[in-house]
């Protein structure tokens, strides 16, 4: 029996277990209706079901697998599936959670939610999508009516609805084949991500929810979308959209641009038309656009990541979409700390403090009390240079764009050998802290030129056996060292410890440096039981000069428990690790960016032991630090990177390892010197977790890469050597060739 709903439809009494009670809306595959259990719960429900007449196999397979996709959802933002079956006439239903709420625009408006609230709201949203994305599935059309707002105790929750055009990421979600038609994209154009409007939305992933997510915040903050098809014609928004040409304004200029609206549209807002501007304009432009980014490569990876930006935003930290510059992250320390802050004088002592601590080593405290009175005066004319180069009243390029931490040390660079040439000490020492600035920015090659400079300025004012120029000596080897140009960088090192020992005995801390800078390029060259050696003298030096919280100490504790490691003597190695994080932690606080090595290391530790739940943790907390910090492609980002999808492969999570490792390979070929070994560490990596994926075509070549630079980078019979000559043999195996793999584990003298 049916009977007509308020617009005259004939609904049908029953569907299932479920009485009908109205119609609820219809789209292109079905209808949906308001329903009661018939049993003891007499729950409301919502059920979908086909409309009538269109049966075809392409409906019936994209509304199975909307069933089957929500089936494996289990997020309080994601409307429950209940029950599926059938109707008396054949057709398809399942029953779902029935929402009841406003979307998500509808819903912020009728609140006048601020541009805080709806971010927060927003926030959720991304949550939601991430856990549809880890369960393999993309939603393909997520617009403000497939988000609706219910509240929970009286706060706002969003519950995403209506996968019915979802795609599922290696999963078989219907027996059925779901066919999308050659020249018909599925979703809502003015929320389709470039790709997806293409034509058939066969290449597609999960960064196309991510467009869509930056079109529903772009109406959320502006209250209009990015373009409208009525400007100019479905076809033709189609194609400039398809063809990443769609030119789309900034929210800010898109605000500007509303004229007589900008009013109406604040007060909906809790805001003025001023604040909005100021709020729109800077970081929300930036987080907006990334999202937006026509190549879906430049846009966020995650709908998690795009989370997690909003949320820096809200906490007044720097956010990944917006590039680095100083400014911009002075401005951020400034709001974060606004009880610690008396107006202009923050930012010249932050400025002080930045310069300092890129001036590493100049001032120490075993110096005698003149000595180290001269270096701080010095170290202030340096800082002093600085903040005025800081303080230039344009921080702007010629083509509008903004001014980068790399721009401002090039200027700095360009002006200290200008302005500073009469002053030759003076230059030395600010050439060597923009060097030591390039060098802690992963900028080796960019490094050598001022700390060169450097070098020279100060063997002509200061002669060359002054200890001062020892310092940078070091300096020098370390860019050298961190860029893989191993050879000089020794010679650098054994200079700067002649010096030392020479002007002040065995037993001065640069002579410490200068061993532990040597300690490290034997470490890289595999030399194992030498940089032990030369750690350990660095470290009994350390102990007769250094207090035992010295940041210096700690970190040449660190470096003897690498070495330890790299020998397989874990439980040596984690008890100097550990000591090595104490001392950070006391003297820095837990969340202190000189932290990351020490948690970077000791995670290693536990994953080389096998307890890779426990090295998790570890790598995250190191890697949230690092990219907070440095330079996306600063090379502790790739190693952080690297750890972390080795975890994630032993764990079995190779779609989280994959991309962790080809970033990191991307970064360190981008900054490393061709055949460094570290290279080869990510190769390894990256191909066994393709051989465990059985993707042994792909596996191979990553596998000869990695055996040809650590053959010519290390000594023959090096533990790298046999792990990568053993890994590749089981690859050998298992495609059919154990001759070969036998063959290649004699010309090497590896066992299996």
Known sequence: MSAPDEAGHE???????????????????????EAEETGAFRRSVAVKVVRSGLRSREVRAR??????????????????????????????????????????????????????????????????VQH?????????????????????????QPKIIDFGIAKALGLKLTEKTMVTLIGTPI??????????????????????????????????????????????????????????????????????????????????????????????SGDLDWIVMKALEPQRARRYDTAAALATDVERFLQHQPVVARPPTSGYRLRKFVRRNRAAVAGATIAAIALIVSSVLATAGMVRAVHAERAAAQEAAAAKQVSDFLVELFESPNLSKVDGSQITARDLLDRGATRSLADLDG????????????????????????????????????EQSLGTNNKSVAETEIAIGEAMAGHGDIKPAEQHFQRAIAISTSASGPNDPLVAEGLAGLARLRLRAGNNSEA????????????????????????????????????????????????????????????????????????????????????LPLYERARKTFERTLDPMHPNVASVLNNLGETYWKLGRYKDAEPLFRRALTIKEARLAQGDPSIAVTLNGLAGM???????????????????????????????????????????????????????????KVGK
């Open 532 to 615: 032990e050696a030369l750690y350990k003298r660095a470290i009994a030096i350390d102990h007769k000069t250094l207090k035992p919280d010295a940041s210096i100490l700690a970190r040449h504790l660190l470096s003897l428990g690498v070495v330890y490691w790299a020998q397989g003597r874990y439980s040596d190695a984690e008890p100097l690790m550990r000591q090595s994080l104490t001392i950070e932690e006391r003297r820095l606080g837990p969340d202190h960016p000189d932290l990351a090595p020490a948690l970077n290391n000791l995670g290693g530790i536990y994953w080389s032991l096998g307890r890779y739940s426990d090295a």
């Open 187 to 280: 979703g809502t154009a003015v929320y389709m991500s470039p790709e997806q409007a293409e034509s058939s939305g066969i290449d597609v992933d999960t960064r196309s929810d991510i467009y869509s997510l930056g079109v529903l915040l772009y109406l959320l903050l502006v209250g209009r979308l990015p373009a409208e098809p009525k400007d100019a014609g479905m076809p033709a928004f189609m194609y400039r959209l398809a063809s990443g040409n769609a030119n789309t304004p900034r929210p800010s200029v898109r605000f500007n641009e509303l004229a007589d609206y900008r009013e109406a549209i604040a007060a909906a807002r809790h805001t003025t038309a001023e604040h909005l501007e100021r709020d729109l």
């Open 11 to 33: 609904s049908p009494e029953f569907i299932g277990p479920y009485r009908i009670i109205r119609v609820l809306g219809e789209g292109g595959m079905g209808t949906v209706y």
């Open 63 to 128: 509304f199975e697998a909307e069933r089957q996709a929500l089936a494996l959802m289990d997020h309080p933002g994601i409307a429950k599936v209940l029950q599926a079956g059938e109707t008396e006439t054949g057709d398809p239903f399942f029953a779902m959670e029935l929402v009841k709420g406003l979307p998500i625009d509808d819903f912020c408006d009728s609140r006048r939610l601020s541009t805080k609230e709806r971010l927060e709201l927003f926030v959720a949203v991304c949550q939601a």
């Open 132 to 156: 549809a994305h880890q369960k393999g599935v993309i939603h393909r059309d997520i617009k403000p009516s497939n988000i609706l707002i219910t509240e929970v105790d009286g706060k706002p």
């Open 423 to 458: 002053q030759p000490q003076l230059q030395g020492r600010m050439m060597q802290t923009i060097g030591t600035a390039y060098t802690a920015l992963g900028l080796y090659p960019e490094a050598l030129p001022p700390l060169e400079r450097a070098l020279k300025a100060k």
């Open 690 to 748: 393709l051989r465990d994926e059985k993707r042994y075509e792909e596996s191979e070549p990553l596998y000869q890469r990695a055996l040809t630079i650590r053959r010519q980078a290390l000594p023959p019979g090096n533990s790298d050597i046999a792990e990568t000559v053993r890994d590749y043999s089981e690859l050998l195996r298992a495609t059919g060739r154990a001759k070969s793999a036998d063959g290649l584990l004699a010309e090497y």
